[in-house]
């Protein structure tokens, strides 16, 4: 921000249309022969610092490639066994899956024996009046039907059962 008071400097950010391509990589490339050898100077430094840990490493890479890929094998068995999506998880979800399968089969064998019913309750007769006698009670002329009373209930004692 510019809080001088005064004509504003002609500051130029990106070359003008008068200038062109040209101006702009004689720029860039005035800019780079400057900071070229602070650069390289940069980069020996950090190769110096650097230069015992290199040099370990290349003696000792057979080891650490073998550590890396220990350790990588490790984790990743962990995570085919233990992951999201692991061997323990998957078994969970397969058993989830047969339990649900049986539960799924027996609602279609209970669904498939109430259309039966229905189907028959529409068409047979017989079916028709076995369930009026059953749950209407209905009885042909002449005959006695007895029903047996309710059990009774044991009175209440008061107190509660000790299941010992």
């Known amino acids: 921000m510019d809080l001088r008071l005064g004509p504003v400097s002609r500051v130029s950010i990106l070359p003008g249309p008068q200038a062109g391509f ?16 602070k650069a390289e100077a940069a980069a020996a430094r950090w190769v110096e610092r650097t230069r015992p840990a290199w040099s370990w490493l290349a003696l000792e890479w057979r080891r ?12 990743l068995l962990l995570h085919a066994m233990f992951g999201a999506n692991g061997m323990v998880v998957y078994r ?3 058993g989830e899956m047969q339990s649900l399968q049986v539960e799924v089969d027996r609602l279609q064998k209970e669904n498939s024996r109430y259309v039966n019913q229905i189907h028959s309750l529409k068409s047979d ?11 209407l009670h209905y009885t042909r002329r002449g005959e006695i039907v007895y029903v ?7 009175p209440a004692t008061g107190r509660a059962k000790n299941d010992k």
């Open 92 to 94: 969970q979800k397969r």
């Open 125 to 135: 007769p017989a079916a028709i009046e076995k369930e009026a006698r059953e749950q």
């Open 64 to 75: 650490v490639g073998t550590v890396a890929a220990v350790v990588l094998t490790v984790a």
């Open 148 to 154: 047996s009373p309710d059990p009774p209930s044991k």
């Open 22 to 37: 040209k101006a702009a990589f004689d720029r860039a490339k005035g800019q780079a022969k400057y900071q070229a050898p």
